[in-house]
């Protein structure tokens, strides 16, 4: 699977490699059983994860395009973090015995799901604005005028392009830009809970976070820690935001060090 007849050169001056039949898409980095998955957040890709994974030396890793993103094809249905966690599955066949998933932010719930779905081998998660919970004063409920022209479209009585136009007109960035079934996963992703899954986690748990993160927020990575059976290591990064792979790579390629699996004897 990581033969050099499945790639091909990418913008980032790596090779683009196939895994799991051609389901997955991304890049294979260093040399030996790879021992880091990477896992990119809503509407970004592999490469968030370059810096990380290539200095001050190359770490034995995979950093995968999440279906839907970069190069891997969509899905064919409305996935869940559950669903694209089994997806990732494949992957752990072709790794190192014991692994550490990094996860930014969507990637961060993915790596929750996958832990509980294959446990014997975690070596630890690092989770970077991960919203796993949702912050103080943050709405589920669209606005009123949505939801009064969403009932009369149950009712037949407004069409489904003037239903369209309000999603449009009321949904996030996230919302508008994602297409078919893209925005249906979205749709999934922002309805789920992960208390659950959480609870489930048995592996040891780094959490880098900015400090200005807007889209998670720090208080979000308290309740994490809370969350967790045996709590977790919280980093909180001055002066970074939300895109901890780009703003603050030293942060997490530390953290990733920390969790580095004993090597098998």
Not at 27 to 50: K, M, Q
Not at 74 to 81: L, N, R
Not at 243 to 253: D, I, N, S
Request: charged share 20%; net charge neutral; with cysteine.
């Amino acid at each position: 699977m990581l033969s050099r007849h499945d790639m091909a050169p990418v913008s980032s001056g790596g090779v683009l490699t196939s895994f799991a039949g051609s389901q997955l898409f991304g890049e294979a980095y260093g040399s030996g059983a790879p021992w880091v998955l990477a896992l990119h957040g809503w509407r970004r890709d592999h490469t968030d994860f370059e810096v990380v994974l290539r200095r001050p030396k190359e770490l034995a890793a995979i950093a995968v395009d999440l279906p839907g993103f970069g190069a891997t094809p969509e899905p064919a249905s409305a996935w869940g973090t559950a669903g694209y966690a089994e997806a990732l599955l494949p992957l752990l066949q072709i790794m190192a015995p014991r692994v550490v998933v990094v996860g930014h932010s969507r990637g961060g719930c993915i790596a929750v799901q996958l832990a509980g779905m294959a446990p014997a081998r975690m070596a630890g998660l690092v989770l970077t604005g991960a919203p796993l919970f949702r912050a103080a004063g943050e709405h589920r409920r669209a606005p009123m005028t949505f939801r009064a022209v969403r009932r009369l479209a149950k009712a037949g009585l407004v069409t489904g392009a003037q239903l369209e136009r309000l999603r449009d007109r009321y949904g996030s960035d996230d919302y508008r830009a994602a297409t078919g079934v893209m925005r249906e996963v979205l749709v999934t992703l922002l309805a789920e809970d992960y208390e659950e899954a959480l609870a489930a986690v048995g592996c040891p748990v780094e959490l880098v976070w900015g400090e200005h993160d807007t889209a998670a927020p720090v208080e979000v990575a308290g309740r994490i820690e809370n969350a967790l059976p045996c709590g977790a290591k919280l980093s909180v990064c001055a002066g970074t935001g939300h895109m901890t792979p780009l703003e603050a790579p030293g942060a997490l390629r530390e953290a990733i060090e920390r969790l580095r699996p004993a090597p098998a004897t």
